[in-house]
Each structure stands twice: as C-alpha cells, then as structure tokens.
C-alpha cells in the first residue's frame, strides 16, 4: 500500500533562517506531488505541484521554492523565511489526473 | 484565479441532525472530492466525484457532482460528536492536475 511521509511535524524558526520540509511516498512511482499552505482557520493554497522528476509547477509568487531531486521525493525551502510563512504546510500525492488527493501529516512552521 | 465558494462557513448543529453543505464556482472541474481535516491532522478524503451529476454515498455521507460540473454538495444524515472538523470541497480543474479547495465548512456538533 501507499503511504506519504512528512516531517518535521513541528517547527519553530526565526525569521531569516533557512528551512528544508521534506515529503517521501512509499509503494508507488511517478506520483503526482503537491505543496499546499494552510494559514490559520482557513482553506488550504496550493504553493507547487510537481508531475516528474525536476518538473515543479508554481502556483504563487513567494518566499518559497520546491526541488522533486528523486521521483518520490519532494522538498520544499526558504532561504529567508519571513513572518508569514508561518503556517501548516501539507505535502500530498496523487497517482494520475483526475485521481484524489492523500495528504500527509502536515508541519505546523511558527516563524519568529 | 479560480475560486470555490464554500458555505455554510461554520455551523452549530445538535447531535442527530442532517447537515448539508456546497461549493460553487464559476469554473467547469473534472472532479469533486470532500475533505474532512481534524485538528493538526491533514485532510481525509471522504469521497471523490468523477462524473457530471453523479450521487455517492459513504455511510452517513452523501456527495453530489453538479450537472453544470460547477458545483458539488455534501450531506451528512444523522450527525455524531466525532463529525466535527473541517470539510473541504475540491475541484480538479478540466485539463490540469490541479486541485483548487474551498474555504471549508467548520461543522461543530453538541451532544
């Protein structure tokens, strides 16, 4: 079966430091990958979606930016995080168009 | 951008009664999904829609696709306390691997 690995879950930075959030899948290949945002008490912002190896697809211009180094493997990083990017960061896959979502866990990201 | 209109935002029902909720765009999707996000947790996908028009059912959870292909709702009959959380609604956007999601439906239940 498949299953989707993030982590940390938990993060607290100061502003201006860097950050590496990584997401893993298991038992599938090529999958779809997603970065979501989720600010606090709201609806869930798609931040990139990557459908191969190196293809990343942003959604919005940002602080951000995200690598697919391996095929079931994606990251997402800052190289200076400011105060609003804090916020609960989802990484999901999919395993063709027109399929749903599994999201992982998430990483609640405070930056101070 | 693209927008999914979801509503209610929130709602306070007593245990045992039906819930209804919808999204609406303006934007022609593919595919309708429901979402339920419990605190700290990501998102659980309830049911997923394929079809203009199409009625699943999952338990107590009902979803429908839209026949515009614009909207979907989601009813939940006979509500329990561990309904509570967030609903989201999904929209797979014709010809990308996009999802666009509502604002979510925070549902709160008293027993």
């Known amino acids: 079966s498949q299953t989707i690995h993030q982590w940390p879950a938990t993060l607290v930075q100061p502003v201006g430091s860097p950050l590496s959030l990584e997401c893993t899948v298991e038992?599938?290949?090529?999958?779809?990958l997603y970065w979501y945002r989720q600010a606090a008490g709201r609806g869930l912002q798609l931040l990139f979606y990557s459908v191969g190896i190196g293809q990343i697809s942003s959604e919005v211009p940002q602080n951000l930016s995200a690598s697919r180094p391996q095929d079931r493997q994606f990251i997402l990083s800052s190289k200076k995080l400011l105060l609003s990017d804090s916020g609960f960061y989802l990484c999901?896959?999919?395993?063709?168009?027109?399929?749903?979502?599994?999201f992982g866990s998430g990483t609640r990201l405070t930056v101070v | 951008g693209q927008q999914l209109n979801q509503s209610p935002q929130s709602m306070f029902i007593q245990e045992g009664e039906d819930v209804s909720m919808n999204c609406t765009s303006s934007?022609?999707?593919?595919?309708w999904l429901w979402y339920k996000q419990e605190p700290g947790e990501g998102p659980v996908l309830l049911i997923a829609l394929y079809k203009a028009g199409e009625l699943t059912s999952n338990g107590r959870l009902t979803a429908q696709f839209g026949i515009t292909r614009k909207d979907s709702f989601l009813n939940i009959s006979a509500s329990i306390p561990s309904d509570v959380g967030i609903y989201f609604c999904a929209g797979q956007l014709s010809g990308t691997y996009k999802y666009i999601f509502g604002t979510g439906t925070r549902l709160k239940v008293l027993a």
């Open positions: 934007s022609i999707f593919n595919t």
């Open positions: 038992g599938t290949s090529n999958p779809n």
């Open positions: 999901a896959w999919s395993a063709d168009r027109g399929y749903g979502y599994t």
